[in-house]
């Protein structure tokens, strides 16, 4: 299979992703069987990162459902994958569905702390519409003491303005519409009602059920029960195609009861409590059942039936408990997914560090130095790198006199100078295998041969002789730079080495560059 008939399958996949992601206010309910189907392509893609974010997709359909133990199990594997890949924007999407779980669970300041991850982590790249939504669900944790929600809602019409897309005005209208009425500005509120009804008239946008809902209860507020009666019903024939949760509908029916109960029509709001109870146990809903419990028990009060109203304050206190165990119950789940994650992450660093490390002197061994070269010479090599390869001077004779426990200790001892040496001018230090390492420098060809001259100088001057005595340990360096052409690892590696067989042979314990030697001194 062709290159570019990978790229086109992988951009087919994304667009299909991110068609799923930004209609989430749109039917996330409906989503999950796309949302399977592209996860299997994406596997079948070897598109990791991919099938993760469609993981995402269902593990958000999962929580919407009040299914928050498989949420989180998805959750929490796509979070393993965006940290082994380094992938920004998934780990972005990871703390949103950690945001939303922590709201369920009824923890705001896990929830605030994941909402603001969620915003910060996202890459600069990412599209427009995908930072709003971070953004709208965070003003739902936010403080607006300090006018953090406020400032976020002038960045929200920013952006929708920019992404020419009136379902976001339409999101950031009605959310901000209904912290004004929380905030008891009924005047503002209203102004976005207008607002909403006017991008739906001009822009021929079906008003959601939440957007629907909120407009019901600003004309209660605003002592226009017909009106709200006329919305909220409207609202309830939206359901089956707008719901994004599934505790949508029931709190549109408590709407419709309060409606029904300010117009004085006790009867019909006693039926559709009864409608609203039956949904919020059928879904286990217990913080719904409690409000339909408090509901219930001001109803009776109105008709001076204050035994019921006491059985029904019994049941809100019950539903009370039930919710609050729920949401124990997920906060412990949530907290154990977290621990357990930091210890696999905790585990699998120091078996990658094991991996990467020379066990006998611990310095970088010849996979980590690879890796870091090459890093550095991804973008583009810089002109000022230069690479030294090092040889541990007559080091076999080390052994063959003296044992090969000193032969490991002049190594180890070897190794911390070089360290010492490298820490001093800013320089990686690695061991390549055997007697042989390796330093990367940046700096001019000048300051590159001063250092490894230093180098050499430093080895040269130590005393040795507590472990080797009349056997003085030296070493000998070949120096490669980027600036003579050598731009890849293996390049600069095979240069130095030619450099540093040229030093061996010319007496050892000396510098060679590119032709010419500095002689040893001592």
Not at 263 to 289: C, I, K, N, S, V
Not at 359 to 376: F, M
């Amino acid at each position: 299979m062709s290159a570019h008939h990978h790229q086109d399958e992988h951009a087919d996949l994304l667009h299909r992703l991110h068609t799923l992601e930004r209609d989430r206010g749109f039917g996330l309910a409906g989503q999950e069987h796309e949302a399977r189907a592209l996860e299997r392509a994406a596997a079948d893609a070897g598109c990791e990162v991919l099938r993760a974010r469609a993981q995402l997709v269902v593990a958000d359909v999962l929580q919407a459902a009040g299914r928050a133990r498989e949420s989180l199990e998805l959750v929490v594997s796509a979070g393993e994958t965006a940290r082994r890949h380094e992938d920004a924007e998934l780990l972005a999407r990871v703390h949103f569905l950690q945001f939303v779980l922590h709201l369920l669970a009824g923890n705001v300041v896990e929830a605030r702390r994941h909402g603001l991850l969620s915003v910060e982590t996202l890459p600069e790249s990412a599209p427009g519409w995908l930072r709003a939504e971070h953004l709208l669900a965070l003003t739902v944790v936010l403080d607006d003491a300090a006018h953090s929600r406020s400032d976020v809602f002038v960045e929200l019409d920013r952006l929708a303005r920019a992404e020419q897309d009136k379902r976001w005005e339409v999101f950031t209208a009605n959310n901000r519409a209904w912290w004004l009425l929380l905030d008891g500005d009924v005047t503002g509120a209203l102004a976005l009602v207008a607002q909403l009804r006017h991008l739906s008239a001009r822009h021929g946008i079906v008003l959601r059920q939440a957007d629907l809902d909120t407009i019901a209860c600003i004309e209660l507020a605003d002592g226009r029960p017909d009106d709200a009666l006329r919305t909220v019903r409207e609202a309830v024939g939206t359901a089956d195609r707008t719901t994004t949760q599934a505790d949508h509908l029931v709190l549109v029916i408590l709407t419709l009861c309060s409606v029904l109960r300010a117009l004085g029509r006790t009867d019909d709001a006693e039926r559709e409590l009864t409608r609203a109870r039956d949904l919020a146990a059928a879904r286990q809903l217990p913080g719904l059942l409690a409000d339909v419990e408090a509901l219930q028990a001001g109803l009776f009060a109105d008709r001076g039936q204050w035994e019921a109203a006491y059985r029904a304050q019994l049941r809100h206190d019950a539903a009370r408990r039930a919710l609050q165990e729920a949401q124990d119950a997920t906060r412990v789940l949530l907290a154990q997914a977290e621990y357990d994650a930091r210890t696999a992450r905790r585990d699998r660093d120091h078996y990658k560090l094991l991996a990467h490390t020379d066990a006998l002197t611990g310095l970088p061994n010849r996979r980590a130095a690879q890796v870091h070269l090459e890093g550095l010479l991804a973008d583009g090599p810089a002109a000022d790198l230069s690479v030294f390869l090092l040889d541990v001077g007559h080091f076999k004779a080390v052994n063959d006199t003296f044992s090969h426990e000193v032969g490991d200790a002049v190594l180890q001892q070897f190794a911390e100078v070089l360290r010492s040496s490298g820490e001093r001018i800013g320089a990686f230090a690695g061991r390549l295998g055997g007697e042989e390492f390796v330093v990367a420098f940046t700096g001019s060809a000048e300051e590159a041969e001063q250092a490894a001259e230093s180098l050499r100088r430093a080895v040269a001057e130590r005393d040795w002789s507590d472990l080797c005595p009349g056997a003085p340990v030296t070493v000998s360096i070949g120096l490669a730079g980027v600036r003579e052409g050598h731009t890849t690892f293996s390049a600069l590696l095979s240069a130095a080495d030619r450099r540093l067989y040229a030093a061996k042979r010319a007496g050892r314990n000396r510098v060679v560059t590119r032709g010419s030697g500095i002689a040893a001194r001592s």
